[in-house]
C-alpha cells in the first residue's frame, strides 16, 4: 500500500527555519512529481513547492525565495526547508504526488508564532 508520513514540524518563532520531511513507501516515487501542500485553519488545502521526477521546482509566489524543495530518489524522500517563516504561513503541512494521486497522510503541524 502506498503511504505517505510527514515529519519535522514544530513550533518556530517568526524568521526561524524548520525543514520538513516525507517518505514516501511507492515503488515508482522516482517517477513521480511531488509536491507540498499546506491547509491552514479554515482555509483551503494549497499547493505550496513541487518537484519533478528531474528535480525541476516551482513554488507558490508566497513561498518563493524561502521555502526549497528537494528530493532524494534513493530513499524515496522529499524535503521542505522553510527559512523566514511567517505567522501566515503556520499550517498543518502535507505531501502528495502534484496530481494528488496518493492517500493524505496526517500531515505534520508547523506554528509560526512568538
Known amino acids: 500500500q502506498v503511504r505517505l508520513t510527514e515529519s519535522g514540524g514544530g513550533l518556530v518563532q517568526p524568521g526561524g527555519s524548520l525543514r520538513l520531511s516525507c517518505v514516501v513507501t511507492?515503488?515508482?516515487?522516482?517517477?513521480?512529481?511531488m509536491a507540498w501542500y499546506r491547509q491552514a485553519p479554515a482555509k483551503e488545502r494549497e499547493l505550496v513547492a513541487a518537484i519533478s521526477r528531474l528535480g525541476s521546482t516551482s513554488y507558490a509566489d508566497s513561498v518563493r525565495d524561502r521555502f526549497a524543495i528537494s528530493r532524494d530518489n534513493t530513499r524515496a524522500t522529499v524535503s521542505l526547508q522553510m527559512n523566514s517563516l511567517k505567522p501566515e504561513d503556520t499550517a498543518v503541512y502535507y505531501c502528495n504526488t502534484r496530481d494528488e494521486e496518493i492517500t493524505w497522510g496526517q500531515g505534520t503541524q508547523v506554528t509560526v508564532s512568538s
Open positions: 511507492d515503488k515508482w516515487f522516482a517517477a513521480r512529481t
